[in-house]
């Protein structure tokens, strides 16, 4: 059973940083895609960030410059390094594995985080 743990969120100013961490247990996670989402509230879940198992990445055009994506296989964990905060990026962040290695959307993901709330005040 592949389990997805996502942590770093909280309270920041805009302006500020975080760091998510999502770290896999089960599964051989250095063979899929990996991505970040985030829902706020009233609003559909969105894909932010995407790292494949080759490690080409993609970024939403609304993050692009300011957020990045990464993954430490040895330690089966993504990140999402987030800078330049402001308060449209408050939501809550889902980390998600894809069913393919070259890949991820919302049809192709296989298993979700339990997700951890990100709020930028201004």
């Known amino acids: 059973q592949v389990q997805l743990v996502e942590s770093g969120g909280g309270l920041v100013q805009a302006g500020d940083s975080l760091r998510l961490s999502c770290v896999a247990s089960?599964?051989?996670?250095?063979?899929?895609?990996m991505g970040w989402y985030r829902q706020a509230p009233g609003k559909q879940r969105e894909l932010v960030a995407a790292?494949?198992?080759?490690?080409?990445?993609n970024y939403a055009d609304s993050v692009k410059g300011r957020f990045s994506i990464s993954r430490d296989n040895a330690k089966n964990t993504v990140y999402l390094q987030m800078n330049s905060l402001n308060p449209e990026d408050t939501a809550v962040y889902y980390c998600?594995?894809?069913?393919?290695?070259?890949?991820?959307?919302?049809?192709?993901?296989?298993?979700w985080g339990q997700g951890t709330q990100v709020t930028v005040s201004s």
């Open positions: 790292i494949t198992s080759g490690g080409s990445i």
């Open positions: 998600a594995r894809s069913r393919t290695s070259w890949r991820i959307n919302h049809d192709l993901v296989a298993y």
């Open positions: 089960g599964g051989f996670f250095s063979t899929y895609a």
